[in-house]
């Protein structure tokens, strides 16, 4: 079954039909009018490849680093939230597929599975952790030293949401984890037999980085309001500098859209940024990813490595972020479809389909190897400059 799907659209559209609406709108989905969605995966279609011939096409390699740690390809997974609602034990699945792919595994904050899950299911296999800083400080000290505890070997700061961008479909779904059991919920769940079967089994269905682990915080509405409470709009760049020295290890700052923001980020002596508007789910109206990524990278590219994320549905988009500067790139939705669709193997298929796409584009553009990859392959005009 996984070999006859050739591309991610596929498993998109296999997930939508074997995910509940609720999560399924949850991931494919932007803010408000979902333009800078949208826009994330269309700018990439405007770049364009300068085909080249006669190279010798032999012996390739996709392989690097992202803050040092070697990768099979310049890829990691998104941290995403509720990724354990899109299929059971879904944070697990994705990690095991991630480190056998030779991939870093992002662990959001708000997930299903908790660290302690994620570790030990992966026999202690270092991933990264992203961190939302909530006003709860003491808490986050916890988090922090949770994630060391299990062995992540970078932190991912998430900077772009000190507020919640609205999404319509969420709202009106009365999206929530586990889902109420209303009447159209437990409709649309009759339809979806294969998750209702694996949600049965597992025992993980709410947000296992906090359930438990905060005062008070024991049942589904608690945990709502909670955390609804708890993002911080008047978090500031001593934040960051507080959790660069908690933490004390690899830290990776996330959210950074702006050239002038991309210099702080530099001057705060972290290890990489992430040139990402959240995935088109904060600031509508805001330019895609790839549009912002030029002018970053000649602004700071050579003080810190500039990674980015946002559209990226191929390999093809991935070599064209490297061609841009990127030292690596995040895929969240497609890991994300790959998941629902089929679970662990399914997230497999997403990383075979976009390694198999960027190593093949890579060579029709001339190129062995991915660490040789620059602007060059690009068509001049067709991909926005600083
Ligand atoms: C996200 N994203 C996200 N980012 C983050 O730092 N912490 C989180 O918990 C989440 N949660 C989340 C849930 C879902 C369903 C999506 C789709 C995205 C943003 C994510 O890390 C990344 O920036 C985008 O997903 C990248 O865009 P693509 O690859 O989805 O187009």
């Known amino acids: 079954m996984t070999s006859t799907i050739t591309h991610i659209e596929e498993l998109r559209k296999l997930a939508k039909r074997r995910v509940p609406r609720m999560f399924y709108d949850y991931a494919d989905s932007g803010s408000w009018t979902e333009s800078t969605y949208r826009a994330n995966e269309e700018d990439f279609q405007k770049i364009l490849f300068r085909q080249r011939i006669l190279i010798n096409m032999e012996n390739r390699s996709t392989a690097t680093t992202m803050v040092d740690v070697p990768v099979s390809m310049p890829v990691a997974i998104a941290p995403t939230g509720l990724t354990g609602m ?66 992540c070997s970078a932190l991912v700061l998430t900077l772009d949401l000190q507020i919640l961008g609205q999404r319509h479909k969420d709202i009106k779904n009365g999206l929530s984890a586990p889902p ?7 409709l649309n769940i009759a339809t979806k037999p294969r998750w209702a079967r694996g949600m049965l089994k597992t025992k993980r269905r709410s947000f296992g980085n906090i359930v438990g682990h905060v005062d008070g915080v024991t049942d589904m509405s608690r945990l709502s309001e909670w955390t609804a409470s708890q ?45 990402s508007n959240h995935g088109g789910r904060q600031l509508d ?102």
């Open 86 to 151: 899109q299929h059971a034990d879904g944070e697990i699945l994705a990690a095991r597929a991630a480190k056998e792919f030779g991939i870093p595994f992002t662990l959001s904050t708000m997930s299903i599975c908790s660290l302690e899950d994620v570790a030990k299911a992966t026999n202690r296999h270092p991933f990264w952790f992203q961190l939302y800083v909530m006003k709860d400080r003491d808490f986050i000290e916890r988090l922090i030293d949770r994630a060391k505890a299990a062995n």
């Open 180 to 186: 109420k059991l209303t009447i159209a919920n437990m």
């Open 231 to 275: 993002f911080d709009p008047a978090l500031s760049w001593d934040d960051v500098e507080w959790i660069k020295k908690r933490w004390g290890g690899k830290l990776i700052l996330k959210g950074i859209m702006d050239v002038d923001d991309a210099r702080l980020a530099a001057d705060s002596g972290a290890d990489a940024l992430i040139v």
């Open 285 to 386: 109206g805001a330019e895609s990813s790839i549009h912002a990524l030029p002018a970053i990278v000649d602004a700071v590219g050579d003080r810190i490595e500039v990674h980015m994320d946002g559209g990226i549905r191929s390999g093809q988009d991935v070599l064209k972020a490297r061609a841009l500067g990127a030292k690596g790139c995040y895929i969240g939705r497609a890991f994300l479809y790959g998941l629902g669709a089929m679970g662990q193997a399914g997230v497999t298929r997403a990383l075979e389909i976009i390694h198999n796409e960027l190593d093949l584009s890579m060579a029709f553009c001339g190129h062995t190897d991915i660490e040789t990859v620059d602007r060059n392959i690009l068509l001049p005009g067709t991909y926005p400059t600083a």
